[in-house]
């Protein structure tokens, strides 16, 4: 079980006022999660105009490891990045200084070429299940007996009951197919704090931080994402 911390995500800056968008501001709000007791980080890599870059990797990796060395880093690899799977396959493939891991929607077409990809450069791979459709395809693809890890992320569902039903549907494909693999589950927005509590009570990991929601367990706006890792690392801790 760990909390895992997302400090950007696709926000926009103006989502909150210390978002990180620069190299600069990731490093800083790296080091300030991990004191405030994150085990890992995920990041988004932004280039010079402040877009989502897979390009930028090598460079925001290696200021993180370095403000943070140890830590395990983990980047996304999400087709909107780059919008077309072939620069996203170049792109990974340039890569020098390598994320610990990357995630992958299960979602999106090419998943399984880029899966492969990460492991023909030694990445790990996060599996990202959104829907009970997702978690049907991961079972199905070659090589999911290998990823680091699952995330179950229910972030396409912004009512509380019908997340929790998908969560539920996601849960039970991955028992019937026997998979072993680490979990990591999650929500956005309003369904944040109900899936930190649920990753506790089912002993899951977690993640928080301004990718997935900007407020806090009681309903205010967070200082920074230090005091949203801070909140969740103490709800594990209780």
């Not at 890992?40 to 943070?68: M, Q």
């Not at 919008?83 to 891991?101: F, H, N, Q």
């Not at 944040?192 to 089912?202: D, I, S």
Request: glycine share 8%.
């Amino acid at each position: 079980m760990i909390v895992q911390a997302c400090i950007n995500g696709s926000r926009k800056p103006d989502f909150h006022p210390l978002f990180p968008a620069t190299i600069e501001d990731m490093v800083r709000d790296a080091a300030a999660v991990i004191e405030a007791g994150a085990a890992e980080l995920h990041v988004h890599p932004r280039d010079a105009d402040g877009r989502e870059s897979l390009a930028a990797v090598d460079k925001t990796v290696a200021a993180i490891r370095r403000a943070c060395p140890g830590t395990l880093i983990g980047v996304s690899t999400g087709a909107w990045i780059e919008g077309d799977k072939d620069r996203t396959r170049e792109a990974i493939s340039r890569w020098r200084v390598l994320p610990d891991y990357a995630s992958v929607n299960l979602s999106e077409e090419d998943a399984p070429a880029v899966i492969d990809l990460l492991g023909q450069k030694g990445v790990g791979v996060e599996a990202g299940l959104a829907t009970v459709a997702d978690a049907r395809r991961f079972v199905e693809t070659s090589g999911h007996d290998r990823v680091l890890r699952i995330l179950v992320e229910l972030d396409n569902e912004r009512d509380l009951e019908a997340a929790m039903e998908t969560c539920d549907g996601i849960m039970a494909v991955l028992r019937q197919a026997g998979v072993r693999r680490p979990i990591l589950l999650h929500g956005y927005d309003q369904t944040v704090w109900p899936f930190v509590k649920r990753a506790r009570t089912e002993r899951l990991s977690t993640r928080v931080g301004l990718e997935d929601g900007k407020h806090l367990p009681d309903g205010r706006v967070a200082r920074d994402n230090a005091e949203i890792v801070s909140a969740a690392v103490a709800l594990f801790r209780q």
